[in-house]
């Protein structure tokens, strides 16, 4: 028989397995569009390529701060979880 620990142990690992899968894929495809949209802005006006670029680094920081986020929650959910006994 299955004890409340165990199922709970089981089930937040399956949560936190899913909420960082699911953060890097959200991740990889935010950084995939603001990379490709960089490269359209860059290739119609060149002369605007380097704001675009520093546009670009600080979107792409914000964007990667979702799975790092997804971590630390993740983290909690196994080794802190409140709803352990």
Known sequence: MITGAALLNGLSAIAAGLMLG???????IGDGLVSSKTVEGTARQP???GRLLTL???SV???EALPV???GI????????????
Not at 74 to 85: D, E, G, R, V
């Open 22 to 28: 699911l953060g890097a894929l959200g991740a990889g």
């Open 47 to 49: 002369e605007a390529g």
């Open 56 to 58: 670009m680094f600080i």
């Open 61 to 63: 920081g914000i964007i």
């Open 69 to 71: 986020i997804a971590l």
């Open 74 to 85: 993740a983290l909690l959910l196994i080794f802190a979880n409140p709803l352990k006994p």
